[in-house]
């Protein structure tokens, strides 16, 4: 690549930073002080910029140079990646970041997010207390610094930081308001009931706990199937597109598209996550998540006796652990 389409392609990427409600000449000339029509050369790469204004750039709006450098492999994909939480203050960082996020992308007025559900969308735990609660508890367990002596109280609502529960349902909320098609499975439930069975086991939550956590999640399913049936959230017009398939082969994660262009997040340990704007990893991601739409089947709007099997189905995996717990004590 010579030096003039590694410069446009560095000014490409910058423009699909700033998104749409601002015009890259103008961001150019403020960043450089210069002239607009010096900022569209520029832009175009008839007047070059040097090595030192290229690091200055890609440091100012947060470019990857191995990305820059590497656009034409096909071989290699570049991942951004948060410090892993570890802690109350990561995890309290990671929902007010994750909240700005959802935000930015937002604004993108044709963003939508493709999310395949493997395990229950860590948005929707953070509407119901003693369920962000338990989630927040289970996240921080086996590697929190510095622990409380009491691990007990990081499962209940009642005694967590009520600013880190608030940035919790800020966040839950943000999702509601962003377009969003999912991919659930009969079994998109199975990790969450299993934490809650493997915690009430090691005594770090009571019978009465678990009842409230199983009627956190029972709410969850009451929402989400009323948002399917109305094919919105809540009580807005934000589209909410759910598609039942057998089994999900794709990483629990998310596709977002929008008019600037893409973004993949790829789940790993807990919440934590990776993500990258490469084209064409996307491209793959999210032709996969089509093939998993042909195969599964639309419970939005329509098929009332699927969308209600499919539901009932999961409220009775909620039931008989409820029922198994009962018979425990």
């Not at 470019?63 to 109350?88: G, T, W, Y």
């Not at 839950?172 to 659930?184: A, D, I």
């Not at 999210?286 to 042909?294: I, V």
Request: aromatic content about 10%.
């Amino acid at each position: 690549m010579s030096g003039k389409e590694l410069q446009v392609l560095l000014f490409k990427i910058i423009e699909a930073k700033i998104g749409s409600n601002q015009r890259l000449a103008a961001v150019v000339q403020d960043f450089f002080g210069i002239s607009l029509n010096s900022a569209y050369r520029k832009i175009r790469g008839d007047n070059s910029i040097s090595v030192d204004e290229m690091v200055q750039l890609c440091a100012h709006f947060n470019v990857s140079m191995d990305r820059l450098f590497q656009s034409k492999r096909e071989d290699r994909v570049i991942f951004n990646f948060r410090k892993e939480v570890s802690n109350l203050e990561d995890i309290h960082r990671y929902f007010v970041q994750t909240t700005a996020q959802l935000q930015q992308l937002r604004e993108k007025n044709t963003a939508q997010l493709y999310y395949a559900a493997r395990d229950l969308p860590l948005f929707f735990y953070f509407r119901y207390p003693h369920l962000a609660a338990f989630k927040i508890g289970v996240w921080l367990k086996d590697h929190l610094e510095g622990a409380p002596a009491d691990m007990e109280s990081l499962f209940d609502p009642a005694r967590q930081d009520p600013a880190l529960l608030e940035a919790a349902r800020t966040l839950g909320e943000e999702y509601l308001k962003l377009p969003t098609v999912e991919l659930w499975t009969l079994h998109t439930l199975d990790n969450t009931l299993a934490q809650v069975a493997y915690c009430r086991s090691l005594g770090l939550i009571d019978r009465e706990q678990s009842a409230r956590i199983y009627r956190d999640l029972e709410q969850v399913l009451n929402d989400k199937h009323e948002s399917t049936v109305k094919n919105a959230k809540g009580d807005t017009d934000v589209p909410a597109v759910l598609y039942q398939t057998d089994f999900i082969t794709l990483c629990n994660g998310a596709y977002v598209e929008g008019d600037t262009g893409s973004v993949t997040f790829v789940a790993f340990s807990g919440i934590n996550f990776i993500q990258t704007d490469d084209a064409a990893f996307n491209g793959d991601f999210k032709h996969a998540f089509d093939l998993h739409k042909k195969a599964g089947v639309l419970l939005s709007g329509s098929a009332e006796r699927q969308r209600t099997t499919f539901f009932n189905h999961l409220h009775k995996l909620i039931d008989r652990e409820k029922q198994r717990s009962v018979l425990e004590d």
